[in-house]
T-cell receptor, first 112, second 113 residues
Framework: QQKVQQSPESLTVSEGAMASLNCTFSDGTSNNFRWYRQHSAKGLEVLVSIFSDGEKEEGRFTAHLNRANLHVSLHIREPQPSDSAVYLCAVSIGGSNAKLTFGKGTKLSVKS | DAGVTQTPRHEVAEKGQTIILKCEPVSGHNDLFWYRQTKIQGLELLSYFRSKSLMEDGGAFKDRFKAEMLNSSFSTLKIQPTEPKDSAVYLC???????????FGHGTKLSVL
């Protein structure tokens, strides 16, 4: 059964400094990776999806995938206080929403 | 906003009660998902419907949890009887097709006393 672990559990950064979040997965055949943000007021929204090794950028959010190392990361450039939220990593094989395994999240706080 | 709508936003129940959570998916979406979210377990899939047919019914949750899709625009999750360990946020999500973007509702926060 797929295991998805996120680190750190919580992270505090200053406004404008890069924020880096990590996610490791256990099944090396995984090929669909998503990062979600969960605001208490807005619910869950997808930030970036990545399917092959390398990086994928969506605005200030960049995902890096290294399948050999079973690792995917999210980097947030110039974080703002409005980026304070819980960030969830989700992994699947084949892209099926029904087969998504979520991590428990990293709580990010951005201080001005 | 024509996103996923969940009601109520908060629910408080006594142990042993029956509660029903409601979800309206995005119009035109064929797939609907119910998740439970806790700090310890994270997000766990409870049920998955495709075109109103139940495709997956999370094994660990079968005995007291029942999800139904009465029509393509409305789903319910019944918990009967409730137990304190059911305290969690229950999320509903929908997508047009299985591998397309998932849209989540705001969730229902359930507290069982």
């Amino acid at each position: 059964q797929q295991k998805v672990q996120q680190s750190p559990e919580s992270l505090t950064v200053s406004e404008g400094a890069m924020a880096s979040l990590n996610c490791t997965f256990s099944d090396g055949t995984s090929n669909n990776f998503r990062w979600y943000r969960q605001h208490s007021a807005k619910g869950l929204e997808v930030l970036v999806s990545i399917f092959s090794d390398g990086e994928k950028e969506e605005g200030r959010f960049t995902a890096h995938l290294n399948r050999a190392n079973l690792h995917v990361s999210l980097h947030i450039r110039e974080p703002q206080p409005s980026d304070s939220a819980v960030y969830l990593c989700a992994v699947s094989i084949g892209g099926s929403n029904a087969k998504l395994t979520f991590g428990k999240g990293t709580k990010l706080s951005v201080k001005s | 906003d024509a996103g996923v709508t969940q009601t109520p936003r908060h629910e408080v129940a006594e142990k042993g009660q029956t509660i029903i959570l409601k979800c309206e998916p995005v119009s035109g979406h064929n797939d609907l998902f119910w998740y439970r979210q806790t700090k310890i377990q994270g997000l766990e899939l409870l049920s998955y419907f495709r075109s109103k047919s139940l495709m997956e019914d999370g094994g660990a949750f079968k005995d007291r949890f029942k999800a139904e899709m009465l029509n393509s625009s409305f789903s319910t999750l019944k918990i009967q009887p409730t137990e304190p360990k059911d305290s969690a946020v229950y999320l509903c999500a929908s997508s047009h097709r299985d591998n397309e973007r998932l849209f989540f509702g705001h969730g229902t926060k359930l507290s069982v006393l």
